[in-house]
């Protein structure tokens, strides 16, 4: 069973684990999937060409179409990460990033040299950050599942991906490791709604997330249905 944890509760050790997989995921040599596949295939997912996917809220022509598979797709994408770091160390698990309460960039990941070698570019805004309120807000609400993950796509998720800035603003967001963290809050924050008393499934259960594979053999569109439960999924939120 993995444990996300908070990040401000990660040992020195923990850290420097996470960084070593990471690091270990990079560079010419990397099996796959390497850590540049899994960027590439977020910028797919926010591209036009893929916008039957359903991810993200996207802009079209006459107005906005909401990313209906948004916590899906990212719950997905984010165990496949976890099982790629953990087939190089069993250990680790991906940490979350809760940047309403902690306003700040978790500082094992600031530095230079780390960012320089992963090519990360940021421009840290602290004063983008959503407010207490608008996860209040996401936490209490009592509508659809549509409602919520829309409520929860606009400030909570968008406002952080603005205010770290550079990669984390665009469809390479991946590239900055705080990518991972920052989803984990999101998929933190969907499933402790689940768990609560307005918790609602999707209205789509037997969709097929797209696309079907990652790479040749490993397998990314499963049912819907099939990430509901993070217990089922093998991990949880401490
Ligand atoms: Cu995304």
């Known amino acids: 069973m993995g444990v996300r944890k908070n990040q401000k509760n990660l040992t020195a050790k923990e850290w420097k684990a996470l960084i070593a997989a990471i690091n270990a995921m990079h560079g010419a040599g990397a099996s796959a999937p390497a850590y ?8 797919e997912a926010m591209s036009m060409a893929h916008m039957d996917w359903n991810v993200h809220s996207m802009q ?15 719950r997905r994408f984010l165990k496949l990460f976890e099982e790629r770091i953990q087939a190089i160390d069993p250990t ?23 960012l320089a070698s992963w090519s990360v570019t940021r421009h840290w805004s602290a004063s983008k950050l959503a407010a207490a309120a608008d996860l209040a807000a996401v936490n209490a609400y009592q509508g659809t599942f549509s409602g919520f993950q ?32 920052h989803h984990s809050f999101i998929d933190k924050t969907w499933a402790d709604w689940q768990a609560g008393p307005n918790g609602k499934n ?16 490993i397998p990314f569109g499963v049912k819907i249905s099939s990430l509901l439960s993070i217990n089922t999924l093998g991990y949880s939120y401490v």
């Open 150 to 181: 829309t409520l929860l796509q606009g400030a909570v998720h968008a406002d952080t991906h603005n205010a770290v800035g550079g990669d984390m603003k665009g469809p390479s967001s991946p590239t900055d490791p705080l990518f991972w963290l």
């Open 36 to 43: 540049r596949r899994f960027v590439l295939l977020h910028a």
């Open 202 to 217: 999707p209205p789509t259960p037997s969709q097929v997330l797209k696309p079907a594979d990652m790479d040749v053999g």
């Open 60 to 74: 079209m022509n006459n107005g906005w179409t909401p990313g209906t598979n948004f916590l899906t797709w990212h």
């Open 92 to 114: 680790v698990s991906i940490p979350y990033w809760d940047s309403i309460t902690d306003r700040s960039i978790p500082v094992a990941l600031t530095d230079p040299g780390l």
